[in-house]
Nanobody
């Protein structure tokens, strides 16, 4: 079992930056592929970014490419999402997820563990 806890959300203005963190605990001796998803009110959960188990591969959703960066600390227990040039359409609850597979996946069905989410609100 892995527990994931997100933090770092908040209210910012368009054009600002924000960094989200996701702390993993529990069975962290196993390295997982990890990802960020987001869900806005009335919309389906959307893939944001993912990093492979080794950290050598990353992938991003089209709407955040060039603005968001996913990273992980060397111990692979904390996942980050650096968000730059934020837009009002980035407003959502952001979730951290972990799954045991090779490479990166953009579908939520592959991820077994989820955090409770952190709210990001971008005002225009």
């Amino acid at each position: 079992q892995v527990q994931l806890v997100e933090s770092g959300g908040g209210l910012v203005q368009a054009g600002d930056s924000l960094r989200l963190s996701c702390a993993a605990s529990g069975r962290t001796s196993t390295t997982y592929a990890m990802a960020w998803f987001r869900q806005a009110p009335g919309k389906e959960r959307e893939f944001v970014a993912a990093q492979s188990r080794s950290g050598s591969s990353t992938s991003y959703g089209d709407s955040v490419k060039g603005r968001f960066t996913i990273t992980r600390d060397n111990a692979k227990t904390t996942l980050y999402l650096q968000m730059n040039i934020l837009k009002p359409e980035d407003t959502a609850v952001y979730y951290c997820a972990a799954g045991y597979f090779l490479g990166t996946r953009s579908s939520a069905v592959y991820y077994d563990y989820w955090g409770q989410g952190t709210q990001v609100t971008v005002s225009s």
